[in-house]
Structure formats: C-alpha cells, structure tokens
C-alpha cells in the first residue's frame, strides 16, 4: 500500500473516532451510571420486581389488568417498564417504552423458577446521565447533514492535500534515484526542507556526488594506467618490428633497453594491484614487533651506495638504539625506501641527505609515535605540487620524472602503507632549497 494510501486512510479512521469519541464515552458513561444507580438502589430495585412477581402469582399466573394497578413503592422511581410476552404491559413515567427498553435497567421477574417477564427501570440520578446523552444523540441530527456532509468533505479534501505533500518529497526523491540508476551522476534530489527528507536529500546528494567522484577516479586510474602502458609497450613494439623488418639480430643495447621497458611494465603492474589492494583495506598485514633502529640502519645500509654513485653525503642519526612498532617489515621498508630513493633521485651531486629517527609526544594523541625524518637538499616542490605529491601519478614536473623507475606511485604507496599502520607522513619543502618528509609510527611498549 503507498504511503499516501495509508495516510489517508488512517486520517479518515481518526476523523471518524473523533466524530464518534463524545458519543462512546457519553454511552459508556450512561451505562457505568446505570449499574452505579442500580447498586446504589439495590434493595428498592428487588423489592419493586418482587412486587410485581407477588402480583402475577396473585392473578393466577397472568398479568391481568395490570395495565390498571397501582404499584406503591414505584412512586420512589421514575420510570418503570413492565415488559412480557414481548409486549409492554405496563409503564410509568416520562419515557417512551423504546427509551426505557433501551436504556433502563433490566431485571427479570419470576414466579416460582418461571421467567414470567422483564422490568427496566431508570431511577433519577440515572435520569439525568440519560438526558444528558439524549442532548448529544439530539445535536447530530440538528447539525445538519448538509453541514455534516460539508465537513466531511472537507476534512477528507485537506488529508488528501495534506498526504500529497507529505509525500511529495517522496516522489521527488524516488526520480532522483531513478535518474542515478539510468546513470545520471549529475541527478539532483532537490528537496529544500529543514525536515528529515531534506536531511535524506542532503545525504542522498552527498552520496551522489562521492559516487560521482569515485566514478571519476576510477576512469582517471583507468586512463592513467593505459597512458602508463603505452609508452614501454610503444619501445619494445618498435624494437621488435624493426628487427623483424631488417632481419638483423637484437644488439646487447637493445635487448637491455627491451628488458627495461619490460621491467618498468612489470613493475608498474604490480605496483597498481599493491596499490588498489592498500586503498581497499584488502591488503595483508603480517605485523609483529620491530625495532625501527635496526630496520632504518638496515635500510641506509642498502641504499647508500646509491646515494655514494651521486656523490651525496648521507647521514644516519638515531636518538635510540631500540624504538619499538607494530608492523610489517616489508611494508615498511616498501615506504621509507620509496622516500629514500626519492630523495636520492631529486639531489643534485654534492648534496646532502639527512636521516634520522627519534621518539615524539604530539599535544593532541594519547600515545607517543615515533618519526623517521628524511632531509634533503634536493630540488624542492613547488607550493602548487607540494598538495598532490601524494596522489596517483601524479609528477611535479614531467620533464623531470625519472626515465626509468618512477611510476609517480611511489608516494601513494608509501602514504597508504603507512597509513595501514595507524601512521601518517608530513612533508615540507620549498622549492630549489629541499625537502624533508616525516614518517609518523605509534610506538609500542617493549
Ligand atoms: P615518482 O615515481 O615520480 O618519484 P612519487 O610518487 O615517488 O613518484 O613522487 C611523486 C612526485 O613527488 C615526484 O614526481 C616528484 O615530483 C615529487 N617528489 C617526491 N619526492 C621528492 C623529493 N624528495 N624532492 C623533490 N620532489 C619530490
């Protein structure tokens, strides 16, 4: 059933109560006051029914003439119904015999075990409950139908306006959604109300617009990692055909510049399924205790030689031989490397590059983390790169990104490895002056 439906449905159940409401209570008002009346007058009510019983034994078993006989104790009651062989046979008072049939209360009159017939009776007190539901029953009929009739209309005439706007953000948001199924991204729900549909609306264009975003993103990648492709494939499609055309053997350099490009390929696959894992959370931590100092002095071990290639001095500095954190090693390794070759990769020879660990307190966390700096005196980011660095290949400057190596994933990598553990990197740099990146671990106790 829609909504509407039942809106109007349960409007009209509520009109009708509200019209039959006084009635009911006035009617089981009567009726509490009548057996009140009846307990309250008990003896008398008795007395007066075993009057009437003495009378019909007296008249041999009928009611003879008792339309004519005066009964002594009625005069303490108002009004009395003597009713028998479904015929009333004797009344007294103001009321009419439907009126005390229905209303009065009822007592049956027996002779020996025989019912012989029935008594209603209305004392005063009941009297005036009775009047007083007469007046309600009386006001309906003077309302009028033509009045009653109205009425009617026009309430059912509002709850059907009243539904229908009530239910005309549903609808609204119902296109919306329909429009976002067809594949409209720019489907709009525009319910402008301080109510919970606008909150519903404002939260349904919320979602619309990172389901927009994420649709973006992923043609982006998509394009992204195409463009990537096509380049290594171009080289060695090209070696490839001129060798077939000349017939000529591949030279060493060739074949070295083929296996290149197909580990550049190799390595850009796998970094994109490594990196599509990380941001899906679906990526398989093996955490244990490590002791970054070891790992950091293990790593500068490995890669200075690079570093040495360039003529750049580099330096290790660790506030402690042991600095405790949760992780997986090679994640870990994965990202202060990618940093580190970075900052290699953007020195000029005869620079210098910085690296040291130690333990910090930050004002606004609990725990104490530890932070692995990374300085150099590199190239620097301008401002306007310095926000993306961390994004998908993204590369400050094209013309510099490196021949070999750099996929312009390597920051991502590291930013989303870092952050499967509960750390965060900083960078700061200023163009032409370096760089430094900070690496932020929660430390655990040993
Ligand atoms: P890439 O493979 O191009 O190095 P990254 O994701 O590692 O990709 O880095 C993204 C970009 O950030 C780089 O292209 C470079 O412009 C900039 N960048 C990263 N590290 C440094 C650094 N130490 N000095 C200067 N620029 C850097």
Known sequence: MKIRTKLILSMTVLLVFILLFPLAVTHIQFYISRDYAYRENKAAFEALREEFGRYYTEHGDTWERVENASFESIRDFAEVLLYADGFPLYRQGRLSVDELRNDGYPLVIRSGQQKVGRLYVMNGEQYKTYEFKKEWYGILPNIGIASLLFTCVAALLSIFLLSWRLTRPIRIIIRGIEGVKKGDNAAVFPVRRKDEFGSISRALRDMNESLADAERARKQLLSDVAHELKTPLMIIQGELELAQETGAQLTPDKQSSILDEVLRLSRLVHEVLDLSKLEAGMAELRRGPENLAALLEDLTEKTRFLAEEKQIRFTLQTTEDEIRVS????????????????????????????????????????????????????????????????????????????????????????????????????????????????????????
Do not use: C
Not at 368 to 385: F, L, M, P, T
Not at 402 to 418: D, F, S, V, Y
């Open 327 to 446: 992780a997986d090693k090679s994640r870990i390794l994965q990202a202060l490397y990618n940093l580190l070759t970075n900052a290699i990769y953007y020195t000029n020879p005869g620079g210098l590059i910085r690296v040291s660990l130690d333990r910090v307190e930050l004002p606004d966390k609990h725990q104490q983390y530890a932070r692995v700096r990374i300085e150099d005196s590199g190239v620097g980011i301008s401002e306007e790169d310095l926000p993306h660095i961390f994004d998908r290949f993204y590369r400050a400057d094209h013309a510099r990104a490196r021949p070999t190596g750099g996929t312009g994933l390597g920051l991502a990598i590291a930013k989303q490895n870092i952050a499967a553990h509960q750390g965060w990197i900083d960078v700061r740099s200023e163009e032409g002056q370096g760089s430094e990146f900070m690496v932020y671990l929660p430390v655990i106790s040993s």
